[in-house]
């Protein structure tokens, strides 16, 4: 069974910074794309970036130029570094890893963004 365990959320202001860390237990990490997802009250989650296992990155617009999805498969450990962040960037972010027709996800952590 994958656990994927997330940190790093907060109360930040707008303009600041957050990075949030993904850890994950009982798979061969490194194998597997992983990705952030955000999830907005009333709103459905969205991606927000993903790396694939030789470290292809895909970002959504919103986030582009902004947010940075790194991995150290040492660490089993995915990271999404947010600068410059809006008040519109506040949701719940999940972690997810993709294996194909499944897909495991963490159980989120809140980034509230002040304006």
């Known amino acids: 069974q994958v656990q994927l365990v997330e940190s790093g959320g907060g109360l930040v202001q707008a303009g600041g910074s957050l990075r949030l860390s993904c850890t994950a237990s009982g798979n061969i990490f490194s194998m597997y794309a992983m990705g952030w997802y955000r999830q907005a009250p009333g709103k459905q989650r969205e991606l927000v970036a993903t790396i694939t296992s030789n470290r292809r990155t895909n970002y959504a617009d919103s986030a582009k130029g902004r947010f940075t999805i790194s991995r150290d498969n040492a660490k089993n450990t995915v990271y999404l570094q947010m600068n410059t962040l809006r008040p519109e960037d506040t949701a719940v972010y999940y972690c997810?890893?993709?294996?194909?027709?499944?897909?495991?996800w963490g159980q989120g952590t809140q980034v509230t963004v002040s304006s």
């Open positions: 997810n890893q993709n294996r194909g027709p499944l897909n495991y």
